[in-house]
């Protein structure tokens, strides 16, 4: 069984900037957990390694997300399977949807996926996210859907889903959960974070059985039209410093 406390340190194995990349890592992984979002070891963040060997890092399987560090994190191919023998096991299938994403996204360094209660219950309504929020609108901007297939273990699924992603941002798979992709892992976190909430306000304000007031189509569609805009950098300069404080102050253990 994987453990963070018996993880050798990798900081002195790697270079800087994949150092900088599996502290950023593991803090998005420790804050989805703080935030709730988390299914037990389950689902998983995946972010792309500079370099041309098209390596990436994943969380090792078994792992709490509370539990993950810099170190701990595995590197992996394309393929989903590690590149160095000594680090902790990964669940290939894991990597499935993630795989998808990245071969054909370079601009998304980070895949976001998550089974929250209220991700998973938007993705069964047939209208899906609806314009009901400010926090809505901007993944409204760039928005796809994906049909459930099943479990996403099958390589024949790969095409449709990316198909469907296209230049999206914000994928909500239908029965499933939510994605979101970034160029930097600051980006898809935030971009969660805005559809989550969306997702949490639309399902209150549908549960009080009252008639709602959607966003006039005029004002979702004059953000669609900046989607460029208005859904790069999600935050990653502002909000991004101040959630790794946070973590900081409550177990900074994260960047070891």
Known sequence: MPSSETTPSRKDTVSPEEWQLRVDLAAAYRLVAHFGWDELV?????ARIPGKEHHFLINP??????EITASSLVRIDQHGHKVNA?????NPAGF??????HAVREDAQCVMHTHTTEGVAVSTLEDGLQPLSQQSLFPLSNLAYHDYEGVALREDEKARLQADLGMNNFMILRNHGLLT???SIADAFL???I???????QLQAMATGQKLVRIDDSILAGIQQQASTVTRGLGGKLAWPGLLRR???IDDSFRT
């Open 42 to 46: 389950f689902t998983h963040i995946s």
């Open 247 to 249: 973590l900081d102050r």
């Open 86 to 90: 000594d680090d902790n096991d990964v």
């Open 195 to 201: 559809l989550q909430k969306a997702c949490e306000v």
């Open 181 to 183: 992709t970034g160029e």
């Open 96 to 101: 499935t949807i993630h795989s998808a994403v």
């Open 61 to 66: 399987y078994g792992m709490m997300f509370d």
């Open 191 to 193: 971009g969660m974070y």
